[in-house]
């Protein structure tokens, strides 16, 4: 048997991990910026959830979500995306009661996918959502979040598609349009299976499709944007006006749905170059009935996005090289007492100096060799009465007599 990870996960490497984390960092310095704290959730969440706030009728509850039951008999899942979790602990902890609640997050997600490049089974997920607010510029603002992100993050060929697909109330002229045209093809067979049996439940659904068929089918399909109520046709105008005193470029896309049923009115998906899964890197959108789908006593508005880390590292301009390199010691212990080099090693970290030393049983002159080869710029001799510091790249000597004093001529450089 060969030791391997899962299909679909991977394991990230000191040099992906110090990518990732540059992501990361530079994600939550922009939501600082814009006044998003951030949230922890948890990983597995009771099953119905997701069922009510994604919707049954989605690719993600009926082939990809993770789902078991615990020695109790309770039915869980592991968490498929961000938003239904974030929108869970919004309500049962009241941060409903100041708005607006800005909330970010950096989570990982699962979902029983065919594994491709930038789609993986266990992914990282970077996110923010903002409740309270039914005003355009609230979506504006979480698009302008995730665009500086983005672009702060080098990602090449940075692209925004926009869409709406309306309330409710303007989504039923649309679907039950749409319906009547995918009717003949679902008829004559040229719809996927699972498409063909959705139609009478959720044709909306038919359009998030990959497969080739029912992709050639959708082309000619109707546009829910031809589709939409005065309010949301005002909304939607309003946000596209609020992007472009922004300056952010983006391109109306009529056929974009998102793959969720709780997104309404604002849709909207980033893509790079590189990216994988068509060059999707993140999206988002507003979900003001999510509340109430999942329990709540009435729509709370909220939108938001969430962003792949895989997708973004492919789709950085520099394949993500460009993150910080591993740090080099500012020290090098060396020394054939391990007592003494394990003591001086301690010291020299309490005081917060990057120090490394022999773990190896190594000699002295290895262990030059070694502080040498690592970088480091002092050596740090431990010796009777004191300690001596060697900078390696001038040879230079001097003593310490003790490692506050040699903290001192470290820091100093």
Same mark, same amino acid.
């Given at each position: 048997?060969? !030791?391997v ?9 000191p040099?992906?991990?110090? *990518? ?6 530079? =994600? ?12 922890? *959730?948890?990983?597995? @969440?009771?099953?119905?959830?997701? @069922? ?5 009728? *989605? ?9 078991? *039951? ?103 002229s649309?679907?039950? $349009? ?11 067979? @040229? ?43 005002e ?32 849709? =909207?998906?980033?893509? %790079? %170059? ?32 969430? !962003?792949?880390? $895989? ?15 591993p ?44 502080a040498?080869?690592? %970088? ?12 001596? !510091? ?5 040879g230079?000597?001097?003593?310490a ?7 001192? !001529?470290?820091?100093?450089?």
């Open positions: 048997m060969r !030791i990870a899962p299909p679909g996960t991977v394991d990230a490497l040099e992906e991990v110090r *990518t990732n984390r540059f992501v990361e960092a530079v =994600f939550m310095d922009k939501c600082r910026l814009f006044g998003y704290s951030e949230i922890h *959730t948890p990983v597995f @969440e009771y099953g119905g959830l997701f @069922e009510k706030g994604v919707g049954k009728v *989605t690719d993600i509850i009926e082939k990809e979500l993770y789902s078991f *039951t615990d020695k109790s008999g309770a039915r869980l899942a592991l968490r498929p995306e961000g938003t239904t979790s974030v929108t869970r602990a919004v309500l049962q902890h009241g941060l409903n009661r100041e708005l607006p609640a800005k909330l970010c997050y950096k989570i990982t997600c699962y979902r029983q996918e065919n594994p491709e490049e930038g789609r993986l089974r266990e992914f990282h997920q970077i996110g923010a959502e903002c409740y309270g607010s039914e005003d355009p510029r609230s979506d504006a603002e979480v698009i302008s979040l995730a665009f500086e992100a983005l672009r702060a993050m080098s990602v090449e060929n940075l692209t925004l598609n926009i869409n709406s697909v309306g309330c409710p109330r303007c989504r039923v649309f679907e039950n $349009e749409l319906a009547r045209y995918l009717l003949p093809f679902a008829n004559r067979g @040229e719809l996927c299976p699972t498409c063909a049996e959705r139609l009478g439940k959720n044709p909306v659904r038919v359009l998030d499709c990959k497969e080739a068929g029912c992709r050639a089918v959708k082309a000619g399909a109707p546009k829910v944007v031809d589709y939409l109520c005065p309010d949301c046709l909304h939607y105008e309003r946000v596209k006006a609020c992007l472009r005193a922004m300056n952010i470029p983006f391109d109306e896309k009529p056929g974009l749905i998102r793959g969720l049923d709780y997104y309404n009115r604002t849709v =909207f998906e980033f893509k %790079g %170059g590189g990216g994988g899964a068509n060059g999707t890197v993140g999206g988002g959108g507003r979900f003001d009935a999510l509340s109430r789908r999942i329990g709540g006593e009435a729509d709370l508005p909220a939108v938001g996005f969430a !962003i792949g880390e $895989e997708r973004v590292v492919l789709a950085m301009s520099d394949g993500g090289s460009g993150a910080a390199a740090e080099k010691p500012a020290a090098w212990v060396v020394a054939e007492d391990a007592g003494a080099a394990a003591g001086c090693l301690l010291a020299l970290r309490s005081a917060g100096v990057r120090a490394e030393g022999d773990v190896m049983g190594l000699s002295v002159e290895e262990q030059l060799a070694r040498a080869e690592s %970088g480091a710029r002092w050596a740090v001799f431990p010796e009777k009465g004191g300690l001596r !510091i060697k900078n390696l790249a001038t230079e000597e001097r003593p007599s003790d490692a506050a004093e040699a903290v001192r !001529i470290i820091n100093k450089g």
